[in-house]
């Protein structure tokens, strides 16, 4: 019996992806809803994953091919700072990406960000979309939820913005996403790297940013 013509094509993914750097450190935000086509197959997943002391990925994609690369480049990172004696540097770990992405571009679909904090450079951002470009930027997104927030990163963004600031604004923009965005939702996870060490942070959906348009009559939820 011969397979229907839908078997055959790949499951659609959505994500939303944010990374910001300010004076001092990084902030990095994404959403835990995986999808296949229009099914919900993880409303708690972890899209941010670290690969050094410093250095995190953000994961946007195939979960299977981001998945994989991470593991990939975390043991190439071990090994690399066994060698230095300390941490790489988060240039390096995102080159790692970079070059495990390009040498695989015809495989992988996978749109990720490498963010994190060395005293070398500071707080960086690295875009690293499908294909294996490798850009550093004060500030990227990336994923299905993206497509809403360049312009509002765009304006709202600055460069001596303080830790609070960037940590409300990488929150505001999932927000955003995971109200227009149908494959982006579940709870937003934020993660803060600084010369301080690295926080995580859950913020549940109910505990989210509300836009105007999202209330009905007397602020109820619509």
Same mark, same amino acid.
């Given at each position: 019996?011969?397979? @229907?013509? /839908?078997?055959?094509?790949? @499951?659609?993914? !959505?994500?939303?992806?944010?990374?910001?750097?300010?004076?001092?450190?990084?902030?990095?935000?994404?959403?835990?809803?995986?999808?296949?086509? =229009?099914?919900?197959?993880?409303?708690?997943?972890?899209?941010?994953?670290?690969?050094?002391?410093?250095? /995190?990925?953000?994961?946007?994609?195939?979960?299977?091919?981001? %998945?994989?690369?991470?593991?990939?480049?975390?043991?190439?990172?071990?090994?690399?700072? &066994?060698?230095?004696? %300390?941490?790489?540097?988060?240039? =390096?770990?995102?080159?790692?990406?970079?070059?495990?992405?390009?040498?695989?571009?015809?495989?992988?679909?996978?749109?990720?960000?490498?963010?994190?904090?060395?005293?070398?450079?500071?707080?960086?951002?690295?875009?690293?979309?499908?294909? #294996?470009?490798?850009?550093?930027?004060?500030?990227?997104?990336?994923?299905? !939820?993206?497509?809403?927030?360049?312009?509002?990163?765009?304006?709202?963004?600055?460069?001596?913005?303080?830790?609070?600031?960037?940590?409300? &604004?990488?929150?505001?923009?999932?927000? &955003?996403?995971?109200?227009?965005? #149908?494959?982006?939702?579940?709870?937003?996870?934020?993660?803060?790297?600084?010369?301080?060490?690295?926080?995580?942070?859950?913020?549940?959906?109910?505990?989210?940013?509300?836009? /105007?348009?999202?209330? #009905?009559?007397?602020?109820?939820?619509?």
């Amino acid at each position: 019996m011969a397979q @229907p013509s /839908w078997s055959h094509t790949p @499951p659609d993914t !959505g994500t939303t992806i944010v990374a910001c750097a300010y004076p001092g450190g990084v902030v990095l935000g994404a959403d835990s809803r995986v999808s296949t086509g =229009t099914y919900v197959s993880n409303r708690a997943s972890d899209k941010l994953t670290p690969l050094a002391e410093t250095a /995190w990925l953000l994961r946007s994609g195939s979960a299977a091919d981001t %998945q994989l690369v991470a593991d990939y480049v975390r043991y190439f990172a071990q090994q690399h700072s &066994l060698e230095l004696g %300390q941490a790489p540097d988060v240039s =390096t770990v995102a080159r790692l990406v970079q070059t495990m992405n390009y040498n695989n571009k015809q495989m992988l679909v996978g749109a990720m960000i490498v963010a994190g904090y060395d005293k070398k450079a500071g707080g960086q951002v690295y875009g690293c979309p499908i294909g #294996g470009t490798l850009v550093r930027e004060n500030w990227t997104t990336d994923g299905s !939820g993206s497509t809403f927030l360049w312009g509002f990163l765009d304006s709202a963004y600055r460069e001596d913005m303080t830790r609070e600031e960037t940590e409300e &604004l990488v929150t505001n923009a999932l927000a &955003l996403a995971m109200a227009r965005d #149908g494959s982006s939702g579940g709870v937003a996870r934020l993660v803060t790297i600084s010369a301080a060490g690295t926080t995580r942070r859950m913020i549940k959906e109910d505990a989210l940013p509300v836009g /105007w348009d999202e209330l #009905g009559p007397a602020g109820v939820i619509v």
